[in-house]
């Protein structure tokens, strides 16, 4: 009927309402690089581009001295290219195409360009409608558009002004939306960082989000149900506070999903059109009917056409376009494998006679069941309370020393040598972390002054890298000839603080043996 040239490739296309006046005849939407164009009656009607970004203010200095001829073409792309790696905005598109010339082009390109101002324009990634104020089929519907730049807008139907704009913390590349914007709505978008983020009318920044294993290959609302389709050739189905409530395996890899509804019996359902050439429709996680095509489909479409109601058109991927009307006695039954008990589960069980013995037990199960729960419960606590006392003990006489602080990860190892009076007391201390050196530790001795002599209490810690074992030695005397022992306790600290980081109690010889950790 008509044919209309783009002037690059369209990223999303959609149908809606734009005034009230008679006849209601729907415009089309297409969505293609930074503009969306509209279609009425077939002709083209408005063109909407997003608003320009601001450009960076490093970019945009080193082409105002390109302009005065303060630097040369080679600098100019050092420079540039040292932006791109560190900056967080993209460059304009002037630089971009600067830097994929040849050395032999850039002056030319610079002397051509250098006069023009830095403009920084993002895309469109994704499109959808929400209702403006009623929720009829024929009501007037707003655009929304989902761009590179990590922002959802909502345009004005009529004056194609932005009502509102919304924050991601990545592209969006599906929506769903439900509800009306004057009244209200809620809004889900699916994104490049494998989440889903729900947004409210109210809330400029995500309210809640679903984060899924896999990136997401489609986006359906069925009801008030999120059904998902994920890269592991799964559907997933959500509520929109981010409960999973179930999911379904597929049998090859999902391209595209779409809602199928059927307004005369109130059915809403999801189709997916799989890589081997079918196309699945479930409800929920049960399996309605299974389509085979034959070339695998790229895009669904379900709706009036022409005089019928319910009417689903399919592409496939060699270029064919497949039409199929469903009858209007047709009736979806719910089957298929992934419905119902397994079959094992009709199986009888081969189940033994009930004993005297198991009659027994169950009639005194039955009468002194309050009691028998009380004595669990009873030995419940006792064990829990043992391991309480028992993990209490390690911390007090630090059988365990290892640091627990994040930010000093130590562990201390203390091993006793020799047969006295004169013992060899060796410290092995090692830094846990991963990648940060420690400096400026401390190692201090509390002992009885009685029984044992060390050359110094206390001594400084060099420089500890990380996942090295560092060996700090010591001679300890015993002073009495009666054989009495105890113990000696290593402090680990930090210069200028008196609660130590790290501590260990080292039994020596004489007492129950040695102690290596």
Not at 81 to 93: K, N, W, Y
Not at 175 to 200: P, T
Request: charged share 20%; net charge positive.
């Amino acid at each position: 009927m008509t044919e209309s040239p783009l002037p690059a490739l369209p990223a999303a296309a959609t149908t809606f309402f734009m005034e009230q006046h008679e006849p209601r005849t729907p415009a089309l939407a297409l969505a293609s690089g930074p503009c969306v164009y509209v279609y009425k009656n077939l002709r083209p009607y408005f063109k909407f581009s997003l608003p320009q970004l601001p450009p960076n203010p490093l970019e945009q200095d080193l082409w105002n001295q390109a302009k005065e001829d303060q630097i040369d073409p080679l600098t100019l792309k050092e420079m540039l290219e040292s932006i791109r790696e560190t900056a967080e905005e993209p460059l304009s598109v002037q630089s971009l195409s600067f830097l994929q010339l040849e050395l032999s082009e850039m002056e030319a390109f610079v002397n051509q360009h250098k006069s023009k101002s830095i403009k920084r324009q993002t895309v469109i990634t994704t499109m959808t409608t929400l209702k403006k104020n009623l929720a009829d089929e024929d009501a007037v519907s707003c655009l929304v558009l989902g761009t590179e730049n990590k922002e959802l807008l909502v345009l004005d139907p009529e004056a194609f002004t932005i009502l509102a704009k919304m924050s991601l913390p990545s592209v969006p590349v599906f929506l769903e939306v439900s509800g009306q914007f004057d009244v209200e709505f809620r809004l889900a978008a699916a994104c490049r960082n494998g989440n889903i983020y729900i947004l409210r009318r109210d809330s400029k920044h995500p309210k809640y989000c679903i984060e899924l294993s896999a990136q997401p290959v489609g986006l359906v609302r069925v009801h008030k149900i999120l059904v998902v389709g994920s890269t592991q050739d799964s559907l997933h189905g959500f509520t929109h506070k981010g409960k999973k409530l179930w999911t379904v395996q597929m049998p090859a890899a999902i391209l595209t999903m779409n809602l199928l509804e059927q307004h005369s019996r109130g059915l809403q359902a999801v189709m997916a059109g799989l890589a081997n050439g079918e196309v699945r429709i479930y409800r929920d996680k049960a399996l309605l009917n299974v389509i085979r095509t034959p070339d695998a489909v790229t895009s669904l479409c379900f709706g009036r056409y022409g005089r019928e109601d319910n009417t689903l058109i399919m592409t496939t991927r060699g270029g064919g376009l497949i039409i199929k009307i469903l009858k209007r006695t047709a009736v979806f039954v719910e089957g298929g494998s992934e419905l119902g008990p397994p079959p094992a589960q009709a199986m009888k069980l081969n189940v033994p006679r009930k004993t005297r013995l198991y009659v027994d037990q169950t009639l005194r199960e039955r009468e002194a069941g309050t009691a028998m729960h009380r004595a669990f419960q009873t030995d419940l606590y006792l064990l829990r309370l043992r391991a309480a006392r028992t993990y209490l003990q390690a911390l007090e006489s630090s059988l365990s020393p290892v640091s627990a602080t994040a930010r000093e990860p130590l562990k201390l190892h203390a091993m006793v040598q020799g047969l006295g009076p004169t013992f060899k007391l060796t410290l092995h201390l090692q830094n846990t972390s991963t990648a940060r050196p420690i400096l400026g530790l401390l190692i201090c001795f509390l002992y009885n002054e009685a029984l044992y002599a060390l050359p110094r209490a206390f001594f400084k810690v060099p420089l500890l890298v990380p996942g090295l074992s560092y060996p700090l030695e010591t001679f300890v005397e015993s002073l009495s000839n009666k054989g009495i022992s105890d113990i000696i306790k290593v402090l680990v600290l930090r210069e200028g603080q008196s609660a130590p980081l790290l501590s260990a109690h080292v039994n020596m010889p004489g007492s129950e043996g040695l102690v290596a950790t």
